[in-house]
């Protein structure tokens, strides 16, 4: 029977996830400042630069034991998605309004449901589907497509492909948070994505003004904050409880893009909000009662709800022992479970 969290554990977790909103919203300020002369490839280079130099004296004091991981492989997966949405989420920030670019980012919590879905195998409730119609009824509403105007903005569908990328990167981060410390997280993905966004600086690397450099060093120490935050937050709590509590960053965006460059709190963006809100809440709530409510297996060795996500991770926590070594796999530290049985384990 899995456990629920105490309320002090989860009010502590959801105040993490809003210290980590209001730091990337504040980002976001940043990154709209530092778009007025540097491409979008350098902003993104040297949020990540920044956030890799701030973590080397951690590495330099702990040595390299303590960034040892036996789940390479998610990793990777979290990285290059959480990378894929940064290009996505900078681009559309330089592009839209502050508060609809954070809100499109964060159709998130209306895709992790449903990445969780098609990871694990879950089932789908009826529940499920009203949520996601909800949602795509909000994203309509933000998107406002014309076809007077050539249907719906490229910058606009770009900004929800980030949301599904981030929708994805905090599943995995969810995964990884059974085994790996929040420093671990965020010290690979920054390796990763430092990496991975150097490449494009071969044809697009343009020297930032002294102003500009300031605003990237800016950028880098608050997102490596918000990311601290939101893995801690998401450590806590399940990311199905901590969901709605991601869309504080919409307020906070839509005050910054009043207050800095007078952009109007419209109508469309509050009735996408509700209509996301609602989405995302609805489709928490129905994974967790598919949770709830999922049957036992018979007999004594029935599986914990996490076990079939445990084994993926390297360990097998069925209740009433202590955690073992899962057997060898051909494909070693790399494979990923889906949820249902696999051969070599019982």
């Not at 029977?1 to 002090?8: D, L, T």
């Not at 909103?21 to 300020?29: H, I, Q, T």
């Not at 909800?134 to 994203?139: D, E, L, R, S, T």
Request: charged fraction near 10%.
């Amino acid at each position: 029977m899995s456990s629920r969290p105490p309320p002090q554990q989860i009010l502590l977790g959801a105040l993490f996830i809003v210290l980590g909103e209001l730091c990337f919203a504040s980002m976001g300020v940043g990154i709209r400042m530092a778009a007025g002369e540097l491409p979008n490839a350098m902003i993104v280079f040297g949020r990540n630069a920044i956030g890799l130099a701030l973590l080397a004296p951690w590495l330099l004091r702990h040595g390299l034991r303590d960034v040892r991981t036996a789940v390479p492989c998610l990793h990777l997966l979290r990285a290059g998605a959480g990378v894929a949405a940064m290009y996505c989420f900078f681009y559309a920030i330089a592009m839209l309004p502050l508060g609809e670019a954070m809100l499109l980012k964060l159709t998130a919590p209306m895709f992790m449901p449903l990445i969780a879905l098609l990871w694990l195998r879950e089932q789908v409730s009826a529940l499920l589907w009203v949520a996601l119609g909800i949602g795509f009824a909000g994203v309509v509403v933000i998107l406002q497509p014309d076809p007077d105007l050539g249907g719906v903005s490229p910058v606009a569908l770009v900004g929800l492909l980030g949301g599904l990328l981030a929708a994805l990167a905090k599943v995995t981060v969810r995964r990884l948070t059974r085994t790996e410390p929040a420093r671990r997280i965020v010290f690979y993905f920054a390796l990763i994505a430092g990496i991975i966004s150097a490449i494009p600086l071969a044809w697009d690397w343009q020297t930032p003004s002294p102003a500009s450099a300031l605003w990237l060093v800016g950028i880098g120490l608050i997102a490596t904050l918000g990311q601290f935050a939101l893995t801690r937050g998401l450590a806590l709590a399940s990311a199905a409880r901590m969901g709605v509590f991601v869309y504080s960053s919409v307020i906070f965006g839509a005050a910054f893009g009043w207050l800095l460059w007078e952009e109007p709190v419209t109508w469309t963006l509050v009735a996408g909000s509700l209509a996301i809100g609602v989405a995302g809440l609805l489709a928490s709530r129905a994974r967790s009662c598919i949770q709830a409510t999922a049957p036992a297996a018979p007999g004594p060795r029935a599986a914990a709800p996490c076990a079939a996500a445990s084994r993926d991770l390297g360990t097998d926590r069925s209740p009433g022992r202590p955690a073992r070594a899962a057997a060898p796999s051909p494909i070693g530290r790399c494979q990923f479970d889906h949820g249902g049985p696999r051969r070599g384990h019982r």
